[in-house]
């Protein structure tokens, strides 16, 4: 059944997006009136949702790679969800691009200090510090460039490949088979390098914000958050399909394994979250113990809060097998734990960046329902682009009969 966004579904992410723009621009004037700290405020901003829901993107082509790999039968009949939702990397990429330029040119916009020569390299001026200069061999803008750009050449090259292939699986059913085999040798090999790119990305773009700070969990951490809130989407987007009448095959079995994802992917970015923190506290070594004394001093109802709620809630309320099944309880639930990884984002670029004279208001909300806008009307145009079922594929039966 071929998929088309509704002219309700059509306004309300142009509202959206309106609103977002509006509030958005209250928070620049607001920002001007306050003469000073316009330029760094918008840019950590756009660099929080730039990376959040590029983040999302990349997580849901890690899900499609890794189920891919293991040639998992069930999620067949949601992969086009998958795919739709991976389809905002190009996108994705470009904002990150964008950003990262801007704050190149801006000499890092006091968001990323080792972008700055005085701090770095120019051993005369009263900006230079020792310690992040010694970070110099890694730190540096030609390195982080070839970086940044190996990353996204690799991400775009797979998520071409694999969304090209899955359409090819519909138009030519005699190669279905050995299109399945190509991408499940594609999927294992993207798994080798997002092992290490996971990682590597997450320490440039996110944890080199606090550079004199480093966590061997930091990547880890990320990814799990990233994961965590791709199967939300994920979720949340087979919900909506199924309330319009689209999907008829998708059983409650399928709703319940994308409930146990979110459910595990919770727990997983729990571990991560008090690991990092529980070592870093029993150590007490200061140049370690100064990322949390930062964010506690100054975010601490926000850094525990999403703590609790992405930990707590999904404990409480998604335990029980019925609750992975039920609409309402997945949706409400899914909200909750978006919106709260979405702060997790706001605090670790926030902290790093402007530290105790970060504010939350107009700019704020505006620039996330700006992307939340936008990156879920590219979701849905891009469900447009395909049969909601890939009907080729050579395990479509077993997960059309997939029973928990």
């Not at 080798?192 to 944890?207: L, P, R």
């Not at 987007?237 to 979110?262: A, C, F, M, Q, R």
Request: glycine share 8%; proline share 2%; net charge neutral.
């Amino acid at each position: 059944m071929e998929f088309q966004v509704s002219n309700k579904a059509k306004l309300w992410t142009t509202v959206l997006m309106v609103v977002g723009i509006v509030f958005t621009g209250i928070g620049v004037v607001m920002a001007m009136g306050e003469g000073g700290h316009l330029g760094q405020k918008f840019m950590a901003n756009m660099l929080v949702n730039s990376f959040f829901f590029f983040a999302i993107g990349i997580s849901a082509m890690f899900f499609l790679a890794l189920q891919y790999a293991t040639e998992t039968a069930w999620f067949v009949a949601v992969k086009r969800i998958v795919e739709a939702i991976a389809g905002y990397l190009p996108i994705g990429m470009g904002f990150m691009l964008v950003t990262l330029l801007t704050l190149s040119f801006m000499h890092g916009g006091h968001v990323y200090m080792w972008m700055d020569s005085d701090i770095m390299t120019n051993v005369e001026s009263d900006h230079y510090d020792e310690l992040a200069a010694g970070k110099g061999a890694y730190l540096n803008l030609p390195f982080f460039w070839v970086r940044t750009l190996v990353y996204f050449a690799v991400y775009y090259l797979f998520w071409k490949g694999f969304r090209d292939r899955s359409l090819q699986q519909d138009a030519n059913p005699a190669d279905a088979v050995n299109l399945h085999f190509l991408n499940y040798r594609r999927g294992a090999l993207f798994l080798v390098f997002f092992a290490v790119f996971s990682s590597t990305s997450a320490w440039d773009w996110i944890m080199s914000i606090d550079v004199h700070w480093f966590s061997t969990l930091f990547g880890w951490y990320i990814f799990a958050g990233a994961w965590c809130s791709a199967m939300v989407v994920m979720v949340l987007t087979t919900l909506y399909l199924k309330k319009l009448g689209y999907l008829p095959k998708v059983n409650e079995s399928h709703i319940h394994d994308l409930g146990k994802w979110t459910f595990a992917t919770s727990f997983l970015w729990s571990y991560m979250f008090f690991s990092q923190y529980m070592l870093i506290w029993y150590a007490n070594i200061p140049e370690e113990t100064t990322y949390y004394l930062m964010r506690i001093e100054n975010y601490k109802l926000v850094y525990f809060g999403m703590f609790f709620v992405n930990f707590v809630f999904p404990m409480l309320v998604l335990m029980s097998r019925d609750a992975k099944r039920n609409a309402g309880i997945l949706t409400v639930i899914g909200i909750i734990i978006l919106i709260g990884h979405w702060l997790d984002a706001w605090v670790m670029v926030m902290g790093g960046s402007m530290g105790p004279t970060a504010s939350f208001g107009p700019m704020e909300l505006g620039l996330g329902l700006l992307f939340t806008g936008l990156f879920v009307k590219i979701i849905l145009n891009n469900l447009t682009k395909a049969a909601l079922t890939s009907v080729n594929d050579p395990f479509l039966d077993e997960s059309l009969h997939h029973e928990i």
